[in-house]
């Protein structure tokens, strides 16, 4: 069964950036559509973004134009670039293999995503 990590995170001003890495053991990312997903304080988690197989890619209104996702299979390892950062971005961020491979398009007509296989977490803070 696949193992996922989760690293990068950490305190950054308001307009900053963080790089998340999404790293698999276990076996091989290829064939996996991988999500991102983040949970506020007292809070559910949220899908974030999320990248298929092929390479499709999906964001959720409150990043898009600012976060961007992207996959190394050659790394096994799943990427997502946090810039523009804002307070209401501070969470723990999760990573996660998603059931179903589904095109973007899926998700930007009300699909959602869905975890089942997830790491332990990485806390983002934005805060000056």
């Known amino acids: 069964q696949v193992q996922l990590v989760e690293s990068g995170g950490g305190l950054v001003q308001p307009g900053g950036s963080l790089r998340l890495s999404c790293t698999a053991s276990g076996a091989t990312l290829d064939y996996y559509a991988i999500g991102w997903f983040r949970q506020h304080p007292g809070k559910e988690r949220e899908g974030v973004s999320c990248?298929?197989?092929?390479?499709?890619?999906y964001y959720a209104d409150r990043v898009k134009g600012r976060f961007t996702i992207s996959r190394d299979n050659s790394k096994n390892t799943v990427y997502l670039q946090m810039n523009s950062l804002k307070p209401e971005d501070t969470a723990i961020y999760y990573c996660?293999?998603?059931?179903?491979?589904?095109?973007?398009?899926?998700?930007?007509?009300?699909?959602?995503?869905?975890?089942?296989?997830w790491g332990q977490g990485t806390q983002v803070t934005v805060s000056s």
């Open positions: 990248v298929n197989s092929g390479g499709s890619t």
């Open positions: 996660a293999t998603l059931e179903g491979d589904n095109d973007s398009s899926y998700y930007y007509t009300g699909g959602s995503m869905a975890g089942n296989n």
